[in-house]
T-cell receptor, first 111, second 114 residues
């Protein structure tokens, strides 16, 4: 099992819809989780971090963490074509900050 | 500086040559990471520097790869005797302390070995 696994995608949603991106991880000791957005040809950009079980909202983005079930998700409300990108899930390590990334999910928001 | 700076942005080299990639982290960030991303792939961890501690080299794919960080700031990733499979985007990131608040990535160096 991969350490961090994302729903394979690609995911296509109409403009204005909710995009749901999911990620599972293989260990129970990770304490920090991150979502990065990567536009084609660009480097990843941190958009959300979450450390506690439950939901964390930031504008149109909501991250959800369930440590018991070992999953973290990202919801994008009112999706816009500018949200079209690859979304990378990452989990933090234990004693230091090396992040392990999933393979990414390509999201396309069509007008 | 305001962000993580990497140079060169693009590098084309002949198979068998050595290359050096440079990373200048955000001022005050003590942790520095190198990753690489092959076409259509996720991010592969290479090496991690934290302050004056010994680096974590566990992700380096072979002994042709090495990295150093001078004065706790600028880092250089060196690839000796480059191979075609080394072609990728090499990304540097830095963070405050141990990175558990997320990284800031540089714009990367696209390495093409011909």
């Amino acid at each position: 099992q991969k350490e961090v696994e994302q729903n394979s995608g690609p995911l296509s949603v109409p403009e204005g819809a909710i995009a749901s991106l999911n990620c599972t991880y293989s260990d129970r000791v990770s304490q920090s989780f991150f979502w990065y957005r990567q536009y084609s040809g660009k480097s990843p950009e941190l958009i959300m971090s979450i450390y506690s079980n439950g939901d964390k909202e930031d504008g149109r983005f909501t991250a959800q963490l369930n440590k018991a079930s070992q999953y973290v998700s990202l919801l994008i409300r009112d999706s816009q074509p500018s949200d079209s990108a690859t979304y990378l899930c990452a989990r933090g390590g234990t004693s230091y900050g090396k992040l392990t990334f999933g393979q990414g999910t390509i999201l396309t928001v069509h007008p | 500086g305001a962000g993580v700076s990497q140079s060169p942005s693009n590098k084309v080299t002949e198979k068998g040559k050595d290359v050096e990639l440079r990373c200048d982290p955000i001022s005050g960030h003590t942790a520095l990471y190198w990753y690489r991303q092959s076409l259509g792939q996720g991010l592969e961890f290479l090496i991690y520097f934290q302050g004056n501690s010994a680096p974590d080299k566990s992700g380096l794919p072979s002994d042709r790869f090495s990295a150093e960080r001078t004065g706790g700031s600028v880092s250089t990733l060196t690839i000796q005797r480059t191979q075609q499979e080394d072609s990728a985007v090499y990304l540097c990131a830095s963070s405050l302390d141990r990175g558990n608040y997320g990284y800031t990535f540089g714009s990367g160096t696209r390495l093409t070995v011909v």
